[in-house]
């Protein structure tokens, strides 16, 4: 299985602030990569495919970027609702495996 | 609009058989491409995919719990049916539904449901 490694573990940031979260593949995927966020008692959701590819709804501070077995998903002007667990998640192949998650904390 | 929602037992005691359910709407699991799949999280930790169904029924289980798992579907009630045997305490967690699109992208989510593995 490809492994999933993201950091940092946990990122404290204030509302206004740019944000960068890593994630890193055991093997090359090249833009297999999808990004989900996960508020406190909620289902994750779907935020960026194929590395780069925002998906419909999703507000425009929010951007991926990288290819191979590095990504990073840059969130510009934290808003409050920003604050949540992120996991990415490699999709190049079976079986489908994600991050450990990145909780992003208000500061 | 595409919705779905998981329902089954809150509690079950180990070394039963979990059945879960996925009731889906917006979208029809005999359309090509299209699967509906399920993924589950442990208290505080990360999300670990489990099964998926095709539209043409194939299906594709985590290789860690293949001998555990089957999936199936009943396109007609609009469902989706995982059951896992022989249940186990770390099995507890939350187990979402999950609409797939061609490339592994989980694009929807079920709300999720919280089952407890416990004697």
């Known amino acids: 299985d490809i492994q999933m490694t993201q950091s940092p573990s946990s990122v404290s940031a204030s509302v206004g602030d740019r944000v960068t979260i890593t994630c890193r593949a055991s093997q090359g995927i090249s833009t297999w990569l999808a990004w989900y966020q996960q508020k406190t008692g909620e289902a994750p959701k779907l935020l960026i495919y194929t590395a780069s590819s925002l998906q419909s709804g999703v507000p425009s501070r929010f951007s991926g970027s990288g290819s191979g077995t590095d990504f990073t998903l840059t969130i510009t002007s934290l808003q409050p609702e920003d604050f949540a667990t992120y996991y990415c998640q490699q999709s190049n192949s079976f079986p489908p495996t994600f991050g450990q998650g990145t909780k992003l904390e208000i500061k | ?119």
Request: overall charge neutral; glycine content about 10%.
């Open chain 2, 1 to 119: 609009q595409i919705t779905l929602k998981e329902s089954g037992p809150t509690l079950v005691k180990p070394t039963q058989t979990l059945t879960l359910t996925c009731t889906f709407s917006g979208f029809s699991l005999s359309t090509g491409g299209v699967g509906v799949g399920w993924v589950r999280q442990p208290p505080g930790k990360a999300l670990e995919w489990l099964a998926l169904i095709y539209w043409d029924d194939d299906n594709r289980y985590s290789p860690s719990l293949t001998s555990r798992l089957t999936i199936t579907k009943d396109t007609s009630k609009s469902q989706v049916v995982l059951t896992m045997t022989n249940v186990d305490p770390v099995d507890t967690g939350t187990y979402y539904c999950v609409h797939y699109r061609l490339g592994w992208i989980f694009d929807y989510w079920g709300q999720g449901t919280l089952v407890t593995v416990s004697s």
